[in-house]
């Protein structure tokens, strides 16, 4: 029996754990340089979950929006043109939330505080979120697009007759957490 126990060649099993190595490299090597196809299939599979959306520009492409999409809109915006009038969202177990308030001077004569109405956000592949206000509060959509942490430019648009679509000139909106307005409401400071 004794006969029939082998010895292991030295070399051999050197060759063999080189091998091996050589292997897992060579796999290692091969599923990175499929990452980038990995990569572009989910992002054509992404594309399958665009969505078409009234008063739309032509090619202009709607995502569904995450949470992560419009957490910043988050806190109190002051808008300069309206004097006095300031929109407020929230976020309530995933969901979007605005309300608008108008006090001190404001464009209305009476001093307001609006319902919170839920939102339904879309995000464009220019990012511009498009919210669409529960039906109860007759608003109408709103485009919104972020120019740094303290600014965004909120506009309407709509459908003319011939089909094309109008947008209305855009109101700036100042984050009142990260902006300071000068006492006339001409000038402000990011801070």
């Known amino acids: 029996m004794a006969d029939n126990i082998q010895k292991k060649n030295p070399e051999k099993s050197r060759l063999e754990h080189f091998s091996v190595r050589l292997g897992l490299i060579g796999g290692i090597i091969g599923i990175l340089s499929f990452i980038p196809q990995v990569r572009e299939f989910f992002g054509w599979t992404k594309s399958l979950k665009y969505v078409e959306l009234k008063a739309s520009f032509p090619n202009e492409k709607w995502l569904e929006a995450d949470k992560k999409d419009y957490a910043w809109l988050v806190g109190e915006w002051d808008v300069p043109k309206l004097r006095g009038f300031t929109a407020v969202f929230k976020i309530e177990n995933g969901k979007l939330y605005r309300q608008n308030k108008g006090v001190d001077h404001s464009y209305q004569a009476d001093n307001f505080i ?59 909106m100042l984050n009142i957490e990260h902006t300071k307005l000068s006492s006339d409401g001409m000038i402000y400071n990011c801070h």
């Not at 979120?129 to 600014?151: G, H, M, T």
């Open 114 to 172: 609006s319902e919170w109405y839920s939102i339904e956000v879309h995000k464009s592949t220019n990012d511009i979120l498009r919210l669409a206000y529960d039906k109860e509060s007759k608003w109408p959509i709103n485009f919104i697009r972020k120019d740094d942490n303290c600014v965004c430019y909120e506009t309407e648009r709509y459908m003319a007759d011939d089909g094309s679509i109008r947008s209305t000139e855009g109101r700036q």
